[in-house]
């Protein structure tokens, strides 16, 4: 099932599902559809209190640098204040010399969770979507920690929805397009630490609430954007997550 969000006429933002070229209003804890939707915009399609995202989490990005493989999960947060949802702008700030596009598996937390085993992570997973760790690479080299390099708004494009029936999330393939033209080719199977793992590692940190999102890493072949392009993120089984470049002045982003 594929679940987002969608703001409708009247001004209120209700849950949805993708059933190929139709919409429905969508009761999320049933799961049953209300009937098709009056939706004006389709929106990023959960609203996280946070985004935990890892580092350095796949063998051959970890080659590609040839920087040694972690013993444990490297994370860090993003804020919501970033979230975008698939076809919204990613606004290059003023200042930055260098914008990254960085493809990734996002895990959708479904309901709140602490201290989770990796044998019962599954239980407490909503689904996976589509997600960029947009990155002012200048700003991270400059600062030495990641915060201000992946907190601008618009740096977490998520989406087009969450797929809630992924069978096997270690073995879906993972492309990145930069105007068409493919710049990451993997496969999650090639995670350090997969998804139940991380689950469970980062719920022993903090506590998890329903909607956050795990960013899982990124595969080899990330590289900068500019103002015009368009970064296409594609997974296996989920969906192509869309953004376009812009100049703050002419954002659209909401």
């Known amino acids: 099932m594929k679940v987002g969000r969608a703001l409708t006429r009247d001004g209120s933002v209700k849950w949805c599902e993708y059933a190929g070229e139709r919409v429905y209003e969508l009761d999320l804890e049933t799961r049953q559809r209300k009937g098709e939707i009056n939706a004006i ?6 609203r996280p ?10 063998k051959d990005h970890a080659m590609e640098f040839s920087l040694d493989i972690p013993e444990e999960p490297i994370i860090f947060l993003k804020p919501p204040s970033s979230v975008i949802g698939n076809n919204e702008d990613i606004v290059y700030p003023e200042g930055v010399k ?20 990796r044998d019962k992570a599954k239980d407490y997973i909503l689904g996976y979507t589509c997600f960029n760790d947009v990155t002012a690479r200048d700003l991270q080299v400059k600062d030495g920690q990641w915060t201000r390099s992946k907190s601008f708004d618009t740096f977490a494009p998520i989406g087009p929805w969450v797929e809630t029936e992924i069978a096997d999330p270690g073995e879906l393939r993972i492309v990145s397009r930069l105007n068409g ?33 795990i960013a899982t890493g990124t595969p080899p072949g990330v590289g900068p954007m500019k103002i015009g392009d368009t970064i296409g993120i594609e997974i ?12 703050p002045c002419t954002s659209r982003a909401t």
Do not use: W
Request: charged fraction near 20%; hydrophobic fraction near 50%; include cysteine.
């Open 236 to 247: 296996q089984g989920i969906g192509e997550l869309r953004n376009r470049v812009i100049a």
């Open 181 to 213: 033209k493919v710049m990451q080719s993997s496969s999650t199977s090639n995670m350090i630490f997969d998804v139940y793992y991380l689950v469970s590692f980062i719920s022993c940190v903090m506590t998890l609430e329903q909607f956050d999102v």
């Open 49 to 58: 209190t946070k985004i935990v995202a890892v580092g350095l989490n796949y």
């Open 98 to 117: 260098r914008l990254d596009f960085e493809a990734e598996l996002a895990i959708v937390i479904s309901k709140r969770c602490r201290a989770v085993s």
């Open 41 to 46: 915009a389709f929106l990023a399609p959960v």
